[in-house]
């Protein structure tokens, strides 16, 4: 950031005789218009890929009619452009709010998850230069900042008035602060063997090939804490099989039963902004993030800074696969398993990976 | 980046440590022997205590300072300590009765109890401010706990939850002194901070005074005094009667020791406007203490409030800030963890699990029925009242002849009042057991309580013992009080 | 640009705070604590200790808070808020309250107007990072870091011996 408004200023553009405070306040709306469109493209991009990827496992064709709409290529395109459709409709979709609903909570409980998971992306490591404030304690602030969203569901439960949003943000409520813990320890196996919680730092300790990437470091280990990790994000995330608070079999769509339009459309998008800054998230952590799983073969081809965006949104991609892999395969658990699976098994599985990590560290 | 920690001194934590431990023992012979007799966890919790005790005497000499000056082993710190686990013992002991308490008594209670004894042992050992609070809430957590524990009991739970709340509230008092302490003087270590008032003055910033009133405050809670009294009674009626004896001796003495360290250390409650403000509450504790105390049926009740004004004369060794009033208040207070968790015990020694012995009703005639309890509840109830030859009468003599030393005399007539209105309840207990006839349909006692007895026996030695042989005990305590100067 | 967020952030924690108080919806004050929480974290960030700014904000507004909202929920405070009625009592001690701490806050901004250092300030650099916090949480203060677990140790197993649903089967007596 700072480096960027030096620039700036050096710059013989018009721009360069503002002065750093109004350069800096620029650049900060200008980052979250950016953030928020990125997402918003991603959204419509895996959504397009949930439908299809569920079709395809559950052994059926998906959405195939809405394409260009061009006369000759009508039928060619495999339904792409029915979430662009889906988005259109949402937006002109009339805002319902009940009358018993507090309208000034039900407003804006779903601008707080989606500000919540956008500003975790101002940390996220898109390459080494492509990132917008590499600040030291960057993997706490990811933890930090989205531990907010869960706010913002239980406020939509509770703002709703209805008897499904309620339940549903309880569940969040109970499901989310259990799953800190295990997803919160975990990272700590990483930051242990780095030793800096900045993320270039964490990337940067895994350069030079698959083979250095932590998941394969201290087996088995990293590996434990990466599927610790995974399933506890994934549990964050409300994405199935721990998709309680807006089961649909039981609660209609839990807390967002009373949303429509524009403000329904938002939490669609958080969820599918979220799953994938988890993926970056888990690849900066565990898989190498913006480095090239090959190293030094083809002469370091790979490893130039115009690659890095590349690899890493692969790997996040990879990990999307996953989950929607998952939540297509899995049924959904109970309450009460959710509850045993995160304090009973993987918190304590955490701590095993801590403790072993800091041994055969200190061996 | 690499910091030495250097060589530790070990033997200040090592009470803590060892009351720690086992606190995890028992949890785990809980865990994995469920049905263990009551009786075998209450041995190995004494033993275990019997360890600490010896632990604790080896902190007896010069102070010696661990942990970067968090902790200190001096023989402050041996007097308060050997106090809490004795108390802590005999509750145990009292705890260990056959019937009353038949539904409380897993590994967790015990455990519990050894965790408060712990938070006891930081809160006299600490020399940092954090420690001190830190003790505090572990002490505190420990005790809603414990008040909370007869859960089918609907008394209990609103002594559990009133207790909780203020306690709670207390807390931040205290945080908030220490943070102010903390800002004036850019340290929360008691040393630190005594070194930048000697440099400054009390009043070089404002925010220390208020500091140290706040922490004043949050330790008052604690000791149940004027004006923050009133969670007494309701706590120490609900809660099962040997953690009433606990939370009215253990509780109380940790935190007298907290404030008489941070006080000695600091002189900070020794100014002009202080000794005024300290002197009408002492006055004030007592005398609500006594008054009310008077109209109180249920004996628990009456010994909350009598807590209270016991509170109030302790005050006055805290005024008279010479070394006998200092050595004083240590007398006072063994003497009083003994008298109190006696008369406790003689309500835990006749109660069953049908029916509390707690009202002035249901001792009415007990000479006849239970001469032994009858005479140890006389014995308690004379020195709490402060009759000789009892521990109660010697120790309100070196208070009250301290107070004269350092010339508060109305202070003196007016604890002597205090005392004298004190005789009506403690000496109408004592009528209605020996004086009134055994009423009809009076409920049955418990029988066979041989931990019990043995809790009220050795209370009795140590009652009459003090009163009668008090010297030794006070060279203790005045080496005690010279070692601070 | 560091004294204009100071006071923003300043003026919006103590404008929260004060929501807090007057509102009469237990949620909206809840939300307005985060707030203030948030903009503290904010002043954490500007004394450079974003360490601490980010525990704080985890600890707070991510799990304490959201219990609050859950227990206020689950009790369904809604329904009483129209008979919440201060005493006289409790308005006048409030009043008292407001015009110590104000007091205080002009005694504190005047000392330090007149050249008194009314409050220590923290060390240069970077005080409150993960190095420093670590060192120090292992050197100086090691013994109360570990009181501290044991504290915590205390009150999870005095949550569960309260909250356990069914008392053990009664121990033999002997």
Request: aromatic share 14%; glycine share 8%; proline share 3%.
């Amino acid at each position: 950031m700072q480096e960027l408004i030096q620039a700036v200023q050096n710059s013989q553009t018009f721009l360069s005789g503002l002065s750093e405070a109004a350069l800096a306040i620029i650049f900060f709306v200008l980052f979250g218009l950016v953030f928020a469109t990125v997402a918003a493209v991603c959204a419509l991009v895996f959504v397009y890929l949930e439908r299809k990827i569920s079709a395809h496992m559950q052994d059926r064709l998906g959405p195939m009619e809405v394409n260009t709409g061009i006369p000759l290529l009508k039928n060619i395109g495999h339904g792409w452009a029915q979430t662009l459709a889906d988005a259109f409709k949402l937006l002109l979709k009339e805002d319902i709010v009940p009358n018993a609903a507090d309208r000034r909570l039900h407003l804006i409980a779903p601008f707080i998850l989606f500000c919540a998971v956008i500003a975790a992306f101002s940390v996220m490591p898109f390459g080494e230069k492509l990132v917008v404030s590499d600040m030291n304690i960057g993997v706490f602030f990811v933890l930090a900042i989205t531990s907010f969203s869960v706010i913002g569901v239980i406020l939509a439960g509770w703002a709703s008035n209805n008897k499904w949003s309620l339940l549903g943000g309880m569940r969040s409520a109970a499901q989310i602060v259990s799953y800190e813990i295990p997803s919160g320890l975990v990272v700590l196996v990483i930051v242990m063997q780095v030793g800096s919680l900045r993320f270039n730092d964490i990337v940067m300790a895994q350069a030079g090939g698959i083979l250095h990437w932590h998941i394969f470091q201290f087996f088995p280990l990293n590996l434990i804490a990466f599927i610790i990790s995974f399933l506890a994000t994934l549990a964050e995330a409300n994405r199935a099989p721990f998709d309680l608070p807006e089961a649909e079999s039981e609660l209609t769509a839990g807390f967002a039963t009373e949303y429509s339009g524009f403000k329904w459309a938002i939490f669609y998008l958080s969820e599918y902004a979220n799953m994938f800054l988890i993926g970056i998230f888990l690849s900066a952590l565990f898989l190498g993030g913006w480095t090239s799983p090959f190293g030094s073969l083809f002469g370091g081809f790979f490893d130039k800074p115009g690659w890095q965006p590349v690899w890493i949104i692969l790997k996040a991609v990879a990990i999307i696969f996953l989950q929607m892999w998952l939540r297509w395969t899995l049924p959904r658990l109970r309450v009460d398993q959710l509850m045993y699976t995160s304090w009973k098994v993987l918190t304590p599985f955490a701590f095993v990976t801590i403790f072993g990590v800091g041994l055969w560290m200190l061996f | 980046m690499n910091t030495a920690i250097g060589t530790i001194d070990w033997i200040p934590v090592a009470p803590f440590i060892a009351l720690s431990v086992l606190g995890f023992l028992i949890m785990i012979i809980g865990l994995f022997f469920p049905r263990i007799y009551r009786e075998t966890l209450g041995t190995i919790t004494l033993v275990g205590l019997a360890v600490t005790f010896f632990l604790i005497l080896q902190n007896w000499g010069e102070p010696r300072y661990a942990f970067a000056n968090t902790i200190v082993g001096d023989k402050f710190s041996t007097v308060f300590n050997g106090l809490f686990v004795v108390g802590a013992a005999l509750t145990i002991l009292l705890s260990l009765n056959s019937q009353e308490n038949r539904y409380l008594l897993y590994a967790d209670y015990f455990t519990v109890i050894v965790f408060a004894t712990a938070g006891m042992v930081l809160m006299s050992a600490g020399t940092h401010l954090l420690t001190i609070f830190l003790g505090l809430e572990t002490l505190s957590i420990a005790l809603y706990v414990l008040a909370g524990f007869r859960r089918e009991n609907a008394f209990s739970l609103e002594s559990a939850f009133k207790y909780f709340l203020l306690g709670a509230f207390a807390s931040g008092f205290l945080l908030y002194g220490i943070a102010l302490i903390y800002g004036a003087t850019g340290s929360a270590d008691i040393q630190e901070v005594t070194r930048w008032i000697q440099q400054n003055s009390l009043t070089g910033s404002l925010m220390l005074p208020i500091g140290f009133l706040l922490l004043f405050v949050g330790l008052g809670f604690k000791l149940a005094i004027f004006p923050f009294h009133m969670w007494a009674p309701d706590v120490y009626q609900g809660a099962p009667t040997p953690i009433s004896a606990f939370m009215a001796t253990g509780s109380k003495a940790a935190a007298f020791a907290a404030l008489l360290r941070v006080a000695l250390s600091t002189q900070s409650y020794t100014a002009i406007a202080w000794e005024q403000v300290l002197w009408v509450i002492a006055v004030a504790t007592m005398t609500i203490g006594n008054i009310i105390a008077l109209r109180q049926d249920n004996i628990k009740r009456m010994l909350a409030y009598s807590s209270i004004a016991h509170a109030g004369y302790i005050l006055i060794g805290f005024i008279a800030n010479n070394e006998l009033g200092h050595s004083g208040m240590l007398f006072y207070l063994l003497s009083y963890t003994f008298m109190n968790i006696g008369a406790f015990g003689v309500i835990s020694y006749l109660s069953t699990a049908e029916h509390e012995f707690v009202t002035l009703g249901d001792v009415r005639g007990l000479a006849y029925r239970r001469p032994f309890a009858a005479i140890a509840m006389a014995v308690f109830m004379f020195s709490l009242a402060g009759i000789p030859p009892t521990a109660g009468f010697i120790s309100k003599f070196y208070i009250f002849s301290a107070a004269v030393k350092a010339g508060y005399v109305w202070l003196v007539i007016l604890g002597v009042i205090n005392s004298m209105i004190s005789l009506y309840y403690y000496l109408g207990v004592v009528v209605q057991m020996f004086m009134s006839a055994v009423e009809e349909k009076a409920p049955a006692t418990a029988t066979q309580q041989p931990a019990v007895a043995l809790a009220l026996v050795v209370s009795m030695f140590a009652v009459l013992g003090l009163g009668i042989f008090p010297s030794r005990w006070l060279a203790v305590f005045m080496e005690m009080a010279r070692s601070f100067i | 640009m560091q004294e204009i967020l100071f006071f923003v952030l300043a003026a919006v924690a103590v404008l929260s705070a004060l929501g807090m108080l007057l509102n009469k919806n237990p949620v909206y004050s809840v939300l307005l604590l985060i707030v203030t929480l948030f903009s503290i974290a904010g002043l954490y960030v500007l004394l450079n200790a974003s360490f601490i700014a980010a525990v704080h904000l985890i600890v707070y507004a991510g799990a304490i808070m959201v219990l609050f909202l859950f227990v206020i929920m689950l009790l369904d405070i809604r329904a009483d808020v129209e008979h919440i009625n201060l005493k006289r009592l409790s308005r006048i001690l409030a009043l008292l309250a407001t015009f110590i701490f104000l007091g205080e806050t002009f005694l504190i901004i005047w000392m330090s107007l007149k050249g008194k250092a009314a409050f220590v300030g923290l060390g240069e650099g970077i005080l409150g990072d993960v190095p420093s916090v670590g060192e120090l949480l292992f050197t100086k203060y090691l013994l109360p870091f570990e009181i501290a677990s044991v504290l915590l140790l205390v009150a999870i197993v005095g949550a569960i011996i309260l909250a356990k649903r069914k008392l053990r089967p009664e121990p033999p007596a002997a």
